[in-house]
């Protein structure tokens, strides 16, 4: 599955953005698709999944109640939201789909987008 993200850009503390993943070619509405991030110098750590019919999503534990993952599966779409947006939310944001294992180990996932990065000035 090849995957496009989009929607990063710089926002005040406290701000707002939503990031969507999209993909051409291959429909991805019977896969798993996922958000990860990496910040300078750091790992690509899990951020959030939602499973094919978006009934069931996943959160890693800072970003719960400020970030929402949703899908429009007739848009081909993922979606994230991003609300009260901290400096520490300063990152690569990439879209992920198809894992084969753990949601929360990047390895197991087999498709990856560009990403898109995301600045939160304080």
């Known amino acids: 599955v090849q995957l496009q993200a989009c929607g990063g850009g710089l926002v005040q503390a406290g701000g707002s953005l939503r990031l969507s993943c999209t993909t051409s070619g291959r429909t991805f509405r019977n896969v798993v698709v996922g958000w990860f991030r990496q910040a300078p110098g750091k790992e690509r750590e899990f951020v959030a999944a939602?499973?094919?019919?978006?009934?069931?999503?996943y959160y890693e534990g800072s970003v719960k109640g400020r970030l929402t993952i949703s899908r429009n599966n007739a848009k081909n779409t993922v979606y994230l939201q991003m609300n009260s947006l901290r400096p520490d939310d300063t990152a690569v944001y990439y879209c992920s789909a198809g894992p084969r294992g753990s949601y929360r180990d990047s390895a197991s996932w087999t498709s990856w987008g560009q990403g898109t990065e995301v600045t939160v000035s304080s």
């Open positions: 939602i499973n094919w019919s978006g009934e069931n999503t």
